[in-house]
Protein backbone atom coordinates (compact mmCIF):
# COMPACT_ATOMS: atom_id res chain seq x y z
CA UNK A 1 0.00 0.00 0.00
CA UNK A 2 0.79 3.63 -0.26
CA UNK A 3 -0.34 6.80 1.03
CA UNK A 4 0.76 10.19 -0.39
CA UNK A 5 -0.59 13.49 -1.32
CA UNK A 6 -1.27 14.39 -4.81
CA UNK A 7 0.40 17.66 -4.87
CA UNK A 8 3.41 15.63 -3.74
CA UNK A 9 3.67 14.62 -7.57
CA UNK A 10 4.89 16.91 -10.28
CA UNK A 11 1.97 19.01 -12.33
CA UNK A 12 3.94 18.56 -16.31
CA UNK A 13 2.70 20.62 -19.14
CA UNK A 14 0.79 18.45 -21.48
CA UNK A 15 2.56 19.24 -24.58
CA UNK A 16 0.43 17.62 -27.50
CA UNK A 17 -1.11 19.66 -30.27
CA UNK A 18 -4.02 20.59 -29.90
CA UNK A 19 -3.43 21.64 -25.44
CA UNK A 20 -3.46 24.55 -23.89
CA UNK A 21 -2.94 25.67 -20.06
CA UNK A 22 -3.03 22.01 -19.03
CA UNK A 23 -1.17 20.28 -16.66
CA UNK A 24 -1.35 16.46 -15.38
CA UNK A 25 -0.14 14.84 -12.53
CA UNK A 26 0.21 10.76 -13.06
CA UNK A 27 -0.88 9.62 -9.64
CA UNK A 28 -0.74 5.61 -9.76
CA UNK A 29 1.14 4.29 -12.60
CA UNK A 30 2.19 0.53 -13.87
CA UNK A 31 5.34 1.67 -12.55
CA UNK A 32 4.12 1.73 -8.90
CA UNK A 33 2.35 -1.62 -9.32
CA UNK A 34 -0.92 -0.96 -10.73
CA UNK A 35 -1.76 -3.35 -13.24
CA UNK A 36 -4.84 -2.51 -14.50
CA UNK A 37 -5.81 1.30 -14.45
CA UNK A 38 -3.78 4.57 -14.26
CA UNK A 39 -5.31 7.68 -11.95
CA UNK A 40 -4.30 11.29 -13.21
CA UNK A 41 -5.36 14.68 -11.93
CA UNK A 42 -5.33 17.36 -15.05
CA UNK A 43 -5.21 20.72 -14.31
CA UNK A 44 -6.69 23.22 -16.93
CA UNK A 45 -6.73 27.15 -16.50
CA UNK A 46 -8.61 29.73 -17.36
CA UNK A 47 -9.37 29.33 -21.18
CA UNK A 48 -7.15 26.45 -21.13
CA UNK A 49 -8.23 22.93 -22.84
CA UNK A 50 -7.32 19.27 -23.47
CA UNK A 51 -6.83 18.45 -27.04
CA UNK A 52 -10.19 17.36 -28.75
CA UNK A 53 -9.39 13.49 -29.97
CA UNK A 54 -9.91 9.87 -29.29
CA UNK A 55 -8.23 6.64 -28.74
CA UNK A 56 -9.07 2.97 -28.02
CA UNK A 57 -10.01 2.86 -24.32
CA UNK A 58 -12.33 4.90 -21.91
CA UNK A 59 -12.11 7.77 -19.43
CA UNK A 60 -13.92 7.58 -16.14
CA UNK A 61 -13.34 10.93 -15.52
CA UNK A 62 -14.56 13.12 -12.11
CA UNK A 63 -14.85 16.90 -11.77
CA UNK A 64 -12.62 17.98 -8.74
CA UNK A 65 -13.21 21.65 -8.81
CA UNK A 66 -13.96 24.15 -11.38
CA UNK A 67 -16.31 24.82 -14.48
CA UNK A 68 -15.86 23.69 -18.26
CA UNK A 69 -17.58 22.04 -21.35
CA UNK A 70 -17.06 18.54 -22.69
CA UNK A 71 -16.78 18.95 -26.56
CA UNK A 72 -17.45 16.09 -28.59
CA UNK A 73 -16.46 18.34 -31.74
CA UNK A 74 -19.92 19.54 -32.76
CA UNK A 75 -21.91 20.12 -29.56
CA UNK A 76 -20.27 20.98 -25.75
CA UNK A 77 -22.00 19.95 -22.74
CA UNK A 78 -21.16 21.94 -19.11
CA UNK A 79 -20.36 20.53 -15.56
CA UNK A 80 -19.37 21.63 -12.97
CA UNK A 81 -17.37 20.44 -10.07
CA UNK A 82 -19.34 16.96 -8.46
CA UNK A 83 -20.30 16.00 -11.94
CA UNK A 84 -18.94 12.26 -13.01
CA UNK A 85 -17.87 11.92 -16.85
CA UNK A 86 -17.83 8.27 -18.88
CA UNK A 87 -16.09 8.94 -22.56
CA UNK A 88 -16.46 5.66 -24.22
CA UNK A 89 -13.31 3.93 -26.25
CA UNK A 90 -13.16 5.84 -29.80
CA UNK A 91 -15.42 8.82 -28.88
CA UNK A 92 -14.55 12.03 -29.67
CA UNK A 93 -13.83 14.75 -26.60
CA UNK A 94 -12.02 17.88 -25.11
CA UNK A 95 -12.26 18.94 -21.80
CA UNK A 96 -12.24 22.87 -21.83
CA UNK A 97 -12.05 25.26 -18.59
CA UNK A 98 -15.14 28.00 -19.07
CA UNK A 99 -14.68 29.64 -15.63
CA UNK A 100 -12.65 32.01 -14.29
CA UNK A 101 -10.68 29.46 -12.02
CA UNK A 102 -8.97 26.40 -12.09
CA UNK A 103 -10.62 23.54 -13.37
CA UNK A 104 -9.44 20.27 -11.92
CA UNK A 105 -10.64 16.57 -12.63
CA UNK A 106 -9.24 12.65 -11.74
CA UNK A 107 -9.08 10.79 -14.62
CA UNK A 108 -8.69 6.90 -15.06
CA UNK A 109 -7.93 4.98 -17.69
CA UNK A 110 -6.66 1.48 -18.03
CA UNK A 111 -3.28 0.45 -18.80
CA UNK A 112 -2.82 -0.41 -22.61
CA UNK A 113 -2.69 -4.57 -23.20
CA UNK A 114 0.36 -5.54 -24.39
Known amino acids: MKVFRYDSVKA ?5 EGAS ?10 EM ?9 FEVEPDGYTPL ?7 EVFI ?12 ATPFKAGAVIF ?9 KNSGKKLLSFLCL ?3 PKE
Not at 87 to 93: F, L, R, S, T
Open 109 to 111: IPH
Open 33 to 41: GAKNFAMRV
Open 53 to 59: HKHPWEH
Open 87 to 95: VQADEMHQF
Open 64 to 75: LEGEGQLFDGEK
Open 12 to 16: EDVVA
Open 21 to 30: KVKVRWLITK
